[in-house]
């Protein structure tokens, strides 16, 4: 116990030196909690924090703006997946964008574009041709896992030129 003890003289103003125990454990915890640097997460939820207490300076327009769409979205979202909990309640994004698509226009046009059915097969005949492609007979070691991969990739890839 005497280890873990140090003394530290104060004031030199004073002709009398009085000392203090300190625990020098108690010391290590001070300053390694003043030089802790922030969790990813607290910096993210800290930037969130500012950005939801900053006024926005922009004039106002009829148009939403992304940044309000997206605090709108996240309140409705939270009152939706409560209530799908507390109900007991299979999740639906058709019935939940059918039935918000009004007060979320930017998202909801982002939402027609990728949850929508393709009206032609020409897609999915296109991505069976290019898997048999790759796997034909000079690659039949190929695994299934690998293969799928690649097709994505390749979908991915041409969809960008």
Known sequence: MVNDMSFETTSPQSSASTTKPVSSLQGQQQQTQKTKPPTAFKKFWLSVQRQNTTKSSKSTSS?????????????????????????????????????????????????????????????????????????RKQRNRLSPSNLAHIVFLKDKFDCQE
């Open 63 to 135: 148009s939403t703006s992304i940044d309000d769409e997206l605090m709108k979205y996240r309140t409705i979202a939270t009152l939706e997946s409560t209530d799908i909990i507390e109900n007991d309640k299979p999740p639906n994004a058709l019935q939940f964008w059918a039935s918000n698509s009004y007060q979320l226009p930017i998202f909801s046009s982002l939402v027609q574009r990728f949850l929508s059915t393709p009206a032609t097969s020409v897609a999915s005949e296109s991505c069976f041709s290019i898997a048999s492609y790759l796997h």
